[in-house]
């Protein structure tokens, strides 16, 4: 009984399940391409290009690079961390210069900024991974060669099933979409020109107020996690070049560039001022400004040190996030008063002396309340993972004395 | 203000989680006292709105109810509706939301920061999926859910956590790609994102763009059977909810059935009977993957040793019959079926939750998760951990606790296994008379699904029952204590599955008016697409049947 | 250009279906990058390609929808970026986390074990 209820499904189970991380990504790529093929039904509905936009030889060679810089980060990432890191930046910029290309500057100006917070918090995180130069033995196996072509095919299958797709999409004449309501109706009902800010924040605004509410949410994760971890025992020596060089000769070396970053504090801010205020008609807005704004308090950090940073400037960024999302929902709510429903918005021009016509709607002062999220929780999560190199640090100062063990904050 | 009443679930923990973040990390108990008050208020919203919608079908009069965000026409901007499904879902939510809650107050909260916040952007996250009706906004309400799911399964960190986290965030980051890319390829083919607008489209879909309309809801299926834990994409299951804090396993009993609750209103939407040339689309897949689930929960139920992985596969199981019965209700399987697979659903959640809940008391003996973390120190040398602020469970413990446990476990084990009186019976008996009223499907379908669903019971008896013998009965000389604050959660929602029991002719009515308002798909479109703005006067809907 | 934005879309999800299937953590970090920006192209690009109109009103006046960059999927993006920037992050940190605790930066948390 008992052998029969419990050993024989144990052994089932251990035939059926994996515990594994990478056969279940492996089933998972292939059921989506085995169901997808599967609703394609018979035969790929081919239809003649309807549309088509002319060839552009520069924007096929920047593809070019963009591609290499893909298909490298893809090769160079177990091994040498720092240049796939580098590619992969490449294939970002890439991507950034394809929106811009065609006729999406907010995506544009967002991705770039995402591009450079994405970029400093992987290199912070490199640190923390162990060194590996030399290749690993079992990467020889027959096996794994097996492993690797295997999952070649299902890259190589994957990726070209979604150009497929992409392209077959792309050619098809636009089906009427409730798109175009958007561009007739922006400035007329949203009080904005720029119908890209005012879907985000006015049309579609329920979205960013659930994408802020992510934000927010991986930004106390990250702290939370942080704040209860000790790195890796082999991490917490110095990295190379600081050993290398004492803190004095550091200090000289980076002399200039850290003066000139912090000089670019007050800049960076009047460029969040400016990329907020032009938000609703031109490129830029809420999120734009809050991620210059958490790249100017990161360079403070950059130019000095932590603790330098943290003697002069209070950030309580935890603070900004729960005003943050308070006045987003606040603003929202304050349309019930009007016998509205939540979020709906209210829009004018105001003119102001000096800069002339801003537009003032309800809708601003929601982005307000993004913009106050996102330099919150950015700057967070950059400072939870550089204070990780500080108690590193401390804890290589207690191995020295043997302090008693204090909480670091 | 009863308008906006519709929104509230989703504004009152946003706001209460917003505000704990004003607070300082060491104010706890101001936390709780917030968090509860938010989340017995987001109950009581959820009670309102249950009897509006009943309310609504008793007196004939349109069911559904609409909110247009920003005041925006349907299908241009986002709407929220409010159907039967939607309401229950919400209550239910709610109900297991309190007990969590509550149980997390006796010591869980403590083993990290920002508990009770995250906590209220989970029920954010849940109730604007269960709530919305655009399939961008359900995008970014999945991820709200998953990004608090992802904080409290990490919560209080630790090797077991971080490890079962790494995979659950990968394999659910893979899914949401491939969810967005479902969206934008059915956006781009139709042009649209409001479900109901998609729903009412579906018939004269053009056939060259059909195909690529039915991939990209192949894509977005995939998405949602991960998150449904549906066999062979929920191998990460069991570790991340057994890892997980028990208040936040409680929780994680109805993230799945966002999954399912997502398939249910969609296939029905897009591939009831009216819908053209994709009618009954993926039914037969649906059943297959279903049943095939219900024999891996089977077995691992069967397999498991520990209460906290068997918890796991009941959740499976329950996933599993769902899908099932949503399959055959798309191939024609009728609404009395579907109608006692709600039933059954209602009560398989409450009696998982609750025996997540039951993890920690049952099996504190052994140590219990300090157990688990002290292995973690022992391995990686005590400096290699932060000091772990383990105080113990807050509050006294009742000298009564193991007696009123071990019935608790009792009726729970009665719940799941589908036993009489508890409300599982009910459940699995509409379905099994659903099955066999209906000439929709092969007497060899019908007949293996009965079967499953039999040996499904049978099997979560055995597993459970070699457990609470272990439990309660191999070691009765050291009775561990149990907090009455741990014990009063169980209680609550073990007496919520008896009043569903003594009440199931009042419930079963109510999930059988949910069943045939899933199948009126028409009405459902319609009433969204002529949902009136603030200054407008409501436009009265054209029935159609 | 729909040809080179489609190679593009493809090359950019096969390194990253490529990466994610590969067993270091930060293989699967740089893949789940790469993935997004394939997503990302390919939302957009499901709004059909248009040279130089961004979509910027005129104050006033009729509007043509036909002239301008179907805005929808543009903020749809930008949604798509905000979420998988943030979600990058805490992968990348319970990464960390995971190395943290394992001493190894294998997904699983253990290296594999020899046959």
């Known amino acids: ?65 963009g591609g290499a810089c893909a298909v490298g980060a893809a090769w160079q990432a177990k091994y040498h961390r720092f240049a796939a890191l580098a590619m992969l930046g490449g294939a970002g910029l890439v991507t950034c210069l394809t929106f ?15 591009e450079v917070v994405t970029t400093v918090l992987l290199l912070l995180g490199l640190r923390w991974l162990p060194q590996r130069r030399a290749g690993l033995p079992e990467d020889n196996l027959a096996s794994a060669r097996r492993r690797r072509i295997r999952d070649l095919v299902m890259a190589v299958a994957g990726g070209s099933g979604i150009a497929l797709v992409a392209h077959s999409v792309m050619t098809r004449p636009l089906v009427p979409n409730v798109g175009d309501w958007f561009l007739a109706n922006a400035y007329y009902e949203g009080g904005g020109t720029n119908v890209v800010n005012v879907i985000l924040v006015d049309f579609r605004a329920f979205d960013t107020f659930g994408e802020i509410a992510v934000l927010a949410i991986v930004g106390l994760t990250v702290y939370s996690l942080l704040r209860r971890f000790r790195p890796a025992p082999e991490s917490v020596d110095q990295p190379n070049q600081q050993q290398a060089t004492s803190q004095q000769a550091l200090d000289d070396y980076l002399m200039v560039p850290s003066v000139i970053m912090l000089w670019m504090f007050p800049v960076l801010i009047m460029v969040a001022a400016y990329f907020f205020f032009r938000g609703h008609d031109l490129p830029g807005g809420g999120f734009a400004a809050g991620v210059t704004m958490a790249i100017a308090f990161l360079l403070q950090y950059l130019a000095t040190n932590v603790r330098w940073v943290e003697a002069r400037l209070t950030i309580l960024p935890i603070r900004w996030m729960g005003i943050g999302l308070l006045i987003a929902a606040g603003t929202g709510m304050g349309s019930w008063i009007f016998g509205y429903p939540f979020l709906s918005a209210h829009a004018r021009y105001v003119s102001i002396p000096l800069i002339g016509d801003v537009p003032a709607a309800t809708a601003m002062l929601f982005d307000l309340g993004v913009f106050a999220l996102v330099v919150g929780a950015t700057v967070l999560m950059l400072i939870a993972i550089a204070h990780q190199s500080l108690r590193a640090a401390r804890l290589r100062e207690q191995d020295d004395a043997a302090p008693a063990a204090k909480e670091i904050r | 203000m009863s308008q906006h009443l519709i929104i509230a679930p989703i504004l009152i923990p946003f706001v209460a989680g917003a505000l704990m973040l004003l607070y300082d990390d060491r104010q706890r108990a101001a936390k709780f006292w917030l968090s509860l008050m938010s989340t017995a208020l987001t109950l009581v919203v959820a009670v309102a709105l249950l009897l509006r919608a009943k309310a609504g079908a008793a007196e004939g009069a349109e069911n559904i109810g609409f909110y247009l965000l920003g005041d925006w026409a349907a299908p241009m901007a986002i709407v929220l509706v409010l159907d039967h499904l939607a309401a229950m879902m919400l209550l239910l939510t709610s109900v297991l939301a309190l007990a969590s809650l509550v149980y997390a107050r006796a010591s869980w909260h403590r083993q990290g920061q920002h508990y009770f916040s995250l906590f209220q952007f989970l029920l954010v ?97 995939v998405a949602f059977l991960v998150k449904a834990g549906i066999w062979p994409l929920s191998f990460w299951l069991p570790n991340a909810y057994m890892a997980a804090a028990a208040p936040v396993g409680a929780m994680f009993a109805i993230m799945t059935k966002v999954g399912i609750y997502v398939i249910l209103r969609l296939t029905m939407l897009l ?9 009954g689309l993926g039914a037969g897949l649906l059943i297959g993957l279903g049943m095939a689930t219900v024999v891996f929960g089977v077995l691992g139920v069967l397999a498991s040793q520990s209460l906290g992985r068997i918890a796991a596969h009941a959740v499976i199981l329950s996933s599993g019959t769902m899908l099932a019965v949503i399959g055959l209700a798309l191939a024609g399987g009728g609404e009395w079926m579907l109608a006692g697979a709600l039933h059954y659903m209602v009560a398989s959640t409450l009696a998982a939750g609750a025996l997540f809940l039951m993890v920690e008391p049952m099996s504190r003996d052994d140590g219990g998760i300090a157990a688990m973390l002290a292995l973690t120190a022992e391995i990686y040398g005590a400096k290699a951990n932060p000091p772990v602020e383990d105080e113990g469970p807050d509050g006294p413990a009742i000298a009564a606790g193991p007696a009123l446990l071990a019935a608790c476990f009792a009726l729970c084990l009665l719940a799941l296994a589908g036993l009489p009186p508890m409300p599982g019976f009910i459940g699995k008996l509409t379905m099994i008379q659903g099955v066999f009223d209906t000439a929709a499907t092969s007497p060899w379908l019908s007949w293996s699904f009965v079967a499953l669903l039999l040996v499904s019971g049978f099997a979560t008896l055995i597993g459970l029952a070699r457990i609470g013998i272990q439990t309660f009965w191999a070691n009765d000389d050291r009775d561990s204590p149990v907090m009455a604050m741990e014990i009063a959660p169980i209680m609550a929602l073990i007496a919520v599955l008896a009043v569903i029991s003594i009440e199931s002719e009042a419930v079963l009515r109510y999930t059988d008016r949910t069943a045939q308002a899933l199948h009126q798909t028409s009405r459902y479109a319609q009433g969204v697409l002529a949902a009136p703005r603030a200054d407008e006067q409501p436009t009265p809907p054209e029935d159609d049947r | 250009m729909e040809i080179v934005l489609s190679l593009a ?107």
């Open chain 1, 1 to 65: 009984m008992l052998k029969g209820t419990w050993v024989l499904p144990r052994r089932a189970l251990g035939r059926l399940a994996t515990e594994r991380l990478q056969p279940q990504l492996r089933l998972l790529v292939a059921l989506s391409l085995v169901l997808a093929i599967a609703a394609i039904g018979a035969r790929f509905p081919w239809a003649p290009p309807a549309r088509v936009t002319d060839f552009s030889p520069a924007f096929a060679l920047m593809w070019l690079i």
């Open chain 2, 125 to 221: 996250g849940l109730n604007g999926a269960f709530l919305t009706g655009d399939l961008f906004n359900l995008f970014v309400f999945f991820e709200v859910l998953l990004a608090a799911s992802y904080g409290l399964l990490l919560h209080g960190s630790g090797q077991v956590r971080v490890r079962a986290g790494l995979h659950y965030i990968a394999i659910n980051l893979a899914a949401s790609l491939l969810l967005l890319l479902g969206i934008s390829l059915i956006y781009g083919v139709t042009g649209t994102l409001n479900m109901a607008h998609l729903a009412s489209m579906m018939p004269d879909i053009d056939a060259a763009n059909r195909p690529l309309l039915q991939m990209g809801l192949a894509l977005m299926g």
């Open chain 3, 9 to 115: 879309i493809g090359v950019l999800s096969a390194s990253g279906i490529w990466l994610i299937l590969r067993p270091r953590s930060f293989q699967v970090i740089v893949g789940l990058c790469l993935l997004s920006y394939a997503v990302n192209l390919f939302i957009f690009s499901m709004g059909r390609l248009t040279l130089s109109a961004p979509a910027i009103m005129p104050k006033g006046g009729f509007v043509d929808p036909t002239r301008y960059a179907d805005p929808l999927p543009q903020a749809l993006v930008l949604t798509a970026i905000v979420i998988s920037f943030a979600t990058t992050a805490l992968f990348l940190v319970v990464m960390i986390a995971s190395r943290g605790f394992t001493g190894t930066d294998h997904v699983d948390g253990r290296e594999r074990e020899q046959p």
């Open chain 1, 100 to 114: 811009a290309w065609l006729s999406a500057p907010d995506l544009a100006v967002t991705q770039l900024l995402v």
């Open chain 2, 271 to 279: 591939f009831a009977a009216g819908s053209g040339a994709s009618a």
